[in-house]
T-cell receptor
Framework: DGGITQSPKYLFRKEGQNVTLSCEQNLNHDAMYWYRQDPGQGLRLIYYSQIVNDFQKGDIAEGYSVSREKKESFPLTVTSAQKNPTAFYLC???????????FGQGTRLTVV | QKEVEQNSGPLSVPEGAIASLNCTYSDRGSQSFFWYRQYSGKSPELIMSIYSNGDKEDGRFTAQLNKASQYVSLLIRDSQPSDSATYLCAVISSWAYDMRFGAGTRLTVKP
């Protein structure tokens, strides 16, 4: 089955910890994205990548980092510099940059 | 002014009725428009895309685009309780070269 897989589904982070969210796709899409969703708000773009070894900051990149070493994978690290990381994180991919995007199942991150 | 605006709702319609969801956007040069459905606690699911003025129909869903008035709408005919969800409007902005989402409209279809 083709699709986008995010893991884990739930993640708990202690204060001061870095955590990494996984995103893998087998759709052969070039572009991949990370969005953050807070209750009652729309999706906000954290980072996006058009091709391997290239990525760009979105609106709220501070406190986050990404890598794109393989076409299929676009992991997101939430660093300790992100002061309010509790949110629903969504990874998406599309054939071309900012075309029809398809989402993974999401990772719900909670700071404990 | 928000770049993509939606009425947050909740919008409540009886089963079998037509649900009408609206979205306005600020970038006049936007070219691509999408509707996503998001069930509570789940990720968004793409249900419609529209690129040209006019109507686009897919089953019980019709997307309507009016670029002159800068709005896009989604009509759901014969609404079912399973249509109860939050509907997100997304617009690809020509100047910002990214996809902007509205905050979503929560729809409840009552049996």
């Amino acid at each position: 089955d083709g699709g986008i897989t995010q893991s884990p589904k739930y993640l708990f982070r202690k204060e001061g910890q870095n955590v990494t969210l996984s995103c893998e796709q087998n759709l052969n899409h070039d572009a991949m994205y990370w969005y953050r969703q807070d209750p009652g708000q729309g999706l906000r773009l954290i980072y996006y990548s058009q091709i391997v070894n290239d990525f760009q900051k979105g609106d709220i990149a501070e406190g986050y980092s990404v890598s794109r070493e393989k076409k299929e994978s676009f992991p997101l690290t939430v660093t300790s510099a992100q002061k309010n990381p509790t949110a629903f994180y969504l990874c998406a991919s599309s054939i071309g940059l900012f075309t029809e995007a398809f989402f993974g199942q999401g990772t719900r991150l909670t700071v404990v | 002014q928000k770049e993509v605006e939606q009425n947050s709702g909740p919008l409540s319609v009886p089963e079998g009725a037509i649900a009408s969801l609206n979205c306005t956007y600020s970038d006049r040069g936007s070219q691509s428009f999408f509707w996503y459905r998001q069930y509570s606690g789940k990720s968004p699911e793409l249900i419609m895309s529209i690129y040209s003025n006019g109507d686009k129909e897919d089953g019980r869903f019709t997307a309507q685009l009016n670029k002159a008035s800068q709005y896009v709408s989604l009509l759901i005919r014969d609404s079912q309780p399973s249509d109860s969800a939050t509907y997100l409007c997304a617009v690809i902005s020509s100047w910002a070269y990214d996809m902007r989402f509205g905050a979503g409209t929560r729809l409840t279809v009552k049996p």
